[in-house]
């Protein structure tokens, strides 16, 4: 079983609609949560972090974390071209562990 | 700040030469860490440090050696380079826990033919 799981995608949304990026993950005892940008050619760029169960929002952007269900998702909220790039979901347990990335494409 | 730098930025080797990635940061990071991205991959762990004279091994860490004699830098040693180590490979570094935020390097692509 893989530390940390995303869909690959592609995801693709409507600009300015909503999109809705999750990642589930094995161990209990995982300490932190990181979500990453990555364009092509770049290196990861960090978006949000959480560490409590529940909502943190940052601009157009909100983490959800649920602990009980091992999950962790990010909302893009009014989506735009330039937020096209894939994310990656990162989970520490002493060390980073990161998922494959979802590819997100926003249609102008 | 420089932030965290990676030379070379691109490096084609040889099936069994050997080369250094090197990898600096100005932050005064306790934290540093190597890992490789494969093609529509996300981030494996090669190695990782916590602190000056202290390494360990992550994930993937065959095929690679790695030093830290200064908090600043932390060189990765390719030996016998094989066509498997074709990736491109990304140093960061943290402050003093997993609770912080990585800070990455701009890459370095490396293609063994």
């Known amino acids: 079983q893989k530390e940390v799981e995303q869909n690959s995608g592609p995801l693709s949304v409507p600009e300015g609609a909503i999109a809705s990026l999750n990642c589930t993950y094995s161990d209990r005892g995982s300490q932190s949560f990181f979500w990453y940008r990555q364009y092509s050619g770049k290196s990861p760029e960090l978006i949000m972090f959480i560490y409590s169960n529940g909502d943190k929002e940052d601009g157009r952007f909100t983490a959800q974390l649920n602990k009980a269900s091992q999950y962790v998702s990010l909302l893009i909220r009014d989506s735009q071209p330039s937020d096209s790039a894939t994310y990656l979901c990162?989970?520490?347990?002493?060390?980073?562990?990161f998922g494959t990335g979802t590819s997100l494409t926003v249609i102008p | 700040n420089a932030g965290v730098t990676q030379t070379p930025k691109f490096r084609i080797l040889k099936i069994g030469q050997s080369m250094t990635l090197q990898c600096a940061q100005d932050m005064n990071h306790n934290y540093m860490y190597w890992y490789r991205q494969d093609p529509g991959m996300g981030l494996k762990l090669i190695y990782y440090?916590?602190?000056?004279?202290?390494?360990d091994k992550g994930e993937v860490p065959n095929g690679y050696n790695v030093s830290r004699s200064t908090t600043e830098d932390f060189p990765l040693r390719l030996e016998l380079a094989a066509p498997s180590q074709t990736s491109v490979y990304f140093c960061a570094s943290i402050m003093d826990s997993v609770y912080n935020e990585q800070f990455f390097g701009p890459g370095t692509r490396l293609t063994v033919l």
């Open positions: 440090s916590v602190g000056a004279g202290i390494t």
């Open positions: 990162a989970v520490t347990r002493n060390q980073f562990y």
